[in-house]
Every structure is written in structure tokens, then in C-alpha cells.
């Protein structure tokens, strides 16, 4: 597999070792801006610019032609959840932050960059404990 480091803050907070990697392709779908998880109904997004995300999405983002931050929502609900994937495998050269929007992410009051190619991440809202990432690929 490949590792996959995540940082909050400048410190690699969780690692990963990838075997298999999300891979969309052109399609109808994506010319619609939509997409569909089938393993967890979760709606998708492409997305070339800043963008404040809404509960429950995923967010294909594409970093091509320079760096990105995607906001939080505000005021989640318990359960909430977003992920974020790297489309264009440029968040190396072009990264991706996650603003908190006032809640703490991973337990730290900073913003999320995402700097490694591909990554495939999760994050899930828990009422006074903020955003927790619970997947990485």
C-alpha cells in the first residue's frame, strides 16, 4: 500500500496505509456535479473552488489549478459527517485545507491541511467534541 499522513496544525495526526484508492472517471455524473456513495448514500460534489460544505456530502476536489479550502459546516448536528477526495491528485503541489468554522477538529482549534495525493478523508461532527476524522484512504 501507500502511506497517507494527515496533518491538523503542521503534525501528522493519523497514518494511513492505502491498498486501494477511490478513482472516478468522466461521466455524466460528474459533468452534473453529483455523485452518488453507494455504500453509504452519501451525494457528491466536484468542486474547483472555495467552497462551505453542507452536511452530510462528499466533495470531489479539484486542486489542479491552485490550492482550495473547504469550510466546515456550521452548527452540525451529533452524527454529522463530510469527506473530502483529492480528484485531481494535485493536493501535494496545490493543498487542501479544511477551515473548522469555530469547532475544533481532532480535538485542536486549528485548520486541517491536506497535502498528500489522492487522500480519501472523513470527518465526523460529535457534540461538544467537534470534527474527528474517521476514515483516511
Known sequence: GVAKQLRVGGAATFSSTVTA??????????????YVDLLG???WNYVTGNTTMS????YLVDTASGARTMTLPSSPANGVRVR?????????????????NGQNIMGLGENMVLDVNEINCELVFVTGRGWW?????
Open 41 to 43: 448514500g452519501q451525494d
Open 133 to 137: 476524522v474517521t476514515q483516511v484512504t
Open 55 to 58: 452536511p452530510n456530502q462528499g
Open 21 to 34: 484508492n477511490f478513482n472516478p472517471t468522466s461521466d455524466s455524473h460528474l459533468t452534473r456535479k453529483s
Open 84 to 100: 473530502v477526495i483529492d480528484y485531481s491528485r494535485t493536493f501535494e503541489d496545490n493543498t487542501c485545507t479544511i477551515a473548522r
